[in-house]
């Protein structure tokens, strides 16, 4: 047995490309490798934050910028009174989107100034995200209430201090956790099952659904910004669409392959000596000797259970430490009839109710009858024994899907 971690998932998907969509979010300059990279990078993908060269993560975030944040991503309406906002005249371009902030209760004035290049504390920011999903200003006007609320639903930390100056680090960080909270985006989650020019397919659970990624998608592998390659075949992932129905952000784990004989052992995978897991959107390729057709893991667990043997390669997502994907072939089949026809032995799984699996012999293969075995027979001799019989035994596979020994029963045919 076989265990590595991959980088690329398999030979299969190296090959393929995808122009530029395996550009990144933004090309910020100053977020590589701090905390709040991949949320910066999510949601500016997505609009929430602009792209700009910089994104200066250290800077405080000010209350005008909480204005911008809020107005994007809530849907806020113009207040029925236009407050009255002393250092923000009507005419200034900003006033729509503060006074929608101001009249709703989102943003509170000091003496009647709104304060736009103020730094923001998180006991203001909890009143905001915690108005946004739903805190209502009857049930308490304190700040360490509305803390409370984010903190139940994962929000912010217990350990805050709510008269701390937020970061734009920090609001990436705390927003991408309130969007999901408040079920902001359209998302969809399983498995990759193919890349294709301009995108990727996944197996969902219920459907391969096909989606183009965005020319300014954040992709992620263990928190790493990646190029879309990487999202090779098995990798389990997770996608987020902006509003023309596009991945904009995606994230997968990586993944670890073993290699060796494969079996199912009480609904789990057996490979070799390790037993693992199964994710339900696990995607199997086609067989090698039958190219053309899928071979779901419904299939694989039919054919197990009517005694045919696999080998191959499982792909493990090792976060989870389950399999993603299985690349198997049938490594032998037993006391199963087949027949002969030219170089083409077909195994006959009709008394299972499965679909017989032909395979190509190859021209070194080992034939013999069981009852003569130091005797070796062409696959012409061995054929010529269908006439007044009927064929069975067992027949052994390589990883190519070519026959490469036959240990064959002959048993005369019944007559009618």
């Known amino acids: 047995m076989n265990i590595r971690k991959l980088a690329v998932v398999s030979a299969l998907c190296m090959s393929l490309t995808i122009g530029s969509s395996s550009a990144f979010a933004a090309s910020f300059s100053d977020t590589q490798g701090i905390t709040g990279e991949e949320s910066i990078h999510k949601l500016a993908a997505l609009g929430v934050f602009s792209s700009t060269e910089k994104f200066r993560p250290e800077q405080s975030l000010t209350r005008g910028d909480l204005s911008y944040l809020l107005v994007n991503v ?12 002393t250092d923000v005249p009507t005419t200034n371009s900003a006033y729509e989107r503060i006074s929608k902030v101001v009249g709703n209760g989102y943003i509170s004035l000091k003496n009647g100034k709104f304060n736009a290049n103020q730094g923001v504390t998180y006991g203001e920011l909890s009143i905001a995200l ?13 700040q360490i209430d509305t803390f409370y609320f984010l903190e139940r639903k994962g929000i912010l930390s217990i350990d805050t201090n709510l008269d701390a100056i937020v970061t734009r680090e920090d609001v990436a960080i705390v927003l991408d956790k309130f969007l999901e909270a408040k079920s902001y985006y359209k998302t969809d989650t399983g498995v990759v099952s193919e890349l294709t020019g301009d995108g990727i397919v996944i197996n969902n659970g219920s459907e391969n659904a096909a989606y183009k990624i965005a020319g300014n998608a954040a992709l992620f592998i263990n928190g790493e910004e990646s190029a ?20 904009a952000y995606m994230n997968g784990d990586i993944l670890g392959l073993l290699m060796g004989s494969i079996s199912l052992n009480d609904g789990k995978v057996k490979i070799g ?34 005694g045919v043997s696999f080998g191959g390669s499982a792909y493990i997502n090792e976060a989870k430490d ?11 089949t037993e006391e199963k009839p087949f027949t002969i026809d030219g170089s083409t032995l077909t195994v006959d799984f009709s008394d299972d109710g499965l679909d017989d699996q032909s395979f190509q012999i190859a021209e070194n ?13 062409t696959i012409k001799e061995l054929a010529a024994y269908q006439a007044s019989n009927i064929l069975s035994g067992t027949v ?11 240990k064959a029963k002959i048993e005369p045919k019944k007559s009618k």
């Open 130 to 142: 915690a108005y946004g999903l739903g805190f209502k200003a009857a049930w308490s006007d304190r």
């Open 273 to 306: 000596s390790a037993i693992k897991n199964i994710d339900l959107n696990a995607y199997v390729t086609p067989l090698p000797n039958d190219p053309d057709n899928s071979f779901s893991f419904t299939n694989f667990g039919f054919y197990s259970a009517a």
């Open 396 to 406: 052994d596979m390589n990883e190519e899907g070519f026959v490469t020994a036959i």
């Open 365 to 377: 293969a080992k034939i013999v009858l069981e009852t003569q075995a130091d005797k070796a027979l």
């Open 74 to 85: 809530l849907s806020l309406k113009a207040p029925a009174k236009a407050p009255k906002i």
């Open 228 to 247: 879309v390659t990487m999202f090779g075949a098995g990798t389990a992932v997770q996608v987020i669409f902006n509003n023309k129905g596009e991945i």
């Open 322 to 332: 389950e399999v993603t994907m299985l690349s198997v072939y049938v490594s032998k």
